[in-house]
DNA sequence: TGACTTATTAAACGCTGTTCATTATATTTA
DNA sequence: TAAATATAATGAACAGCGTTTAATAAGTCA
């Protein structure tokens, strides 16, 4: 057969991302497969090799969508929460969110940091992008908690934070290598409360130094 | 050929996995393959069944073994360090200790962490117990410097830091993904920091309320 | 209607994990 | 020593994988 046109390149695209996640979803990260893939879409597993440069690529794409969901999802919370929320509740709402997500989601998340692309890792500008923007979500309450800490302190705490909720987030997604019920909520609040009440004791003490 | 009786079974069991680990580390978790860990040491691949039951088998055994080499480097650097050596500096060189692992076995740590069995992740009791013993060399300290601290919020207290440790690895393992230069001990320092203090402020008033 | 163009495929290649009948060797028996 | 037995190890097979590409069916135009 040939000359179907029944897609545009783009749609064929946005099928094959699509039925690529499904995969995911149901089968975990390792059932993604490009005759799967291509079988569900109604397509040739050749057929993937026109608008992806191979499989990798169709995982980069995937994981810039999942990347955008959570953006997305950040941005919408945060901004409908806006109305005057001490910066802790922010924090707090950021690190549960992004925690709620991974649970949603634990195979394309997953995905995001299992998929090494083999030999040198280019980190993509757009995941650069995307991280910097995670970053930022954080950076803003921090800021106003400590109106006057230097740049590279807050750049820190930022990270830090994100490590602490990420690492959260890990191990308690696979791993059931500890702790009986879902006490996920009650690490992230021991994380924020210790680290931010020293944090912004220390970070206000330092600009009088 | 049959019968050659070279190697032990043991003998064949200790051969395959040191392959594994080589190839893993010079090649990759994905490089990983039956084949290629045969032809190594110099047996079929279907020589390797004979002694697991599959490579996903011959994985948990790697982990297995990774969680050893975790575990013997902690006890030995806690044990020559015990000479009064304050808490926080143990604690602190735990964390180090863990993040100096992840980054020279990369893929070995990779490894232990992106090795989902497919169906129900099923944690080997090894496991738990090699876990548990780790949760064990933060729990020391820990308990040094909050002696009256109910059980509940030290487990908590282990936990929050070790997945804020493992964050720190997980994210600046692969990721160059922030923070020029290598500033995971930074990182680590101010994790701990923070946290610590605070805790420990609000460990040792707990008793009085 | 016939020539041209092109979207799509089916088959091929070399790889993978895994199984199992076959085989060559070691050991035991006669 | 020779034959029988037991078994360590293999090699071929199967189904599936990512990827490439010659072949082909269908749309377009003269």
Request: aromatic share 8%; hydrophobic share 45%.
């Amino acid at each position: 057969m040939a000359r179907r046109n029944d897609h545009s390149r783009e749609e064929l695209k946005e099928l094959a991302l699509t039925a690529g996640e499904q995969l995911i979803d149901e089968e975990g990260i390792h059932a993604l497969s490009a005759r799967k893939i291509a079988q569900r879409i109604g397509y040739s597993a050749g057929a993937l090799y026109l608008v992806f440069t191979n499989l990798d690529d169709l995982c980069w794409h995937i994981n810039g969508r999942t990347m955008a969901m959570l953006n997305t999802l950040l941005s919408a919370q945060i901004e409908q929460e806006k109305v005057n929320r001490p910066p802790q509740e922010a924090l707090r709402l950021i690190a549960k969110t992004y925690l709620n997500f991974s649970a949603e989601w634990p195979n394309r998340w997953a995905l995001m940091f299992e998929h090494h692309t083999p030999e040198s890792i280019i980190c993509p500008d757009w995941l650069i992008h995307a991280v910097n923007q995670l970053f930022g979500f954080v950076q803003a309450p921090l800021r106003q908690l400590a109106p006057n800490v230097n740049d590279e302190s807050l750049q820190l705490a930022v990270r830090t934070l994100w490590c602490g909720v990420h690492g959260i987030a890990a191990l308690s997604s696979r791993g059931k290598l500890f702790l009986e019920g879902d006490q996920t909520d009650a690490l992230i609040d021991n994380l924020l409360t210790h680290y931010l009440t020293n944090w912004i004791q220390e970070s206000t003490n330092e600009q009088f130094v």
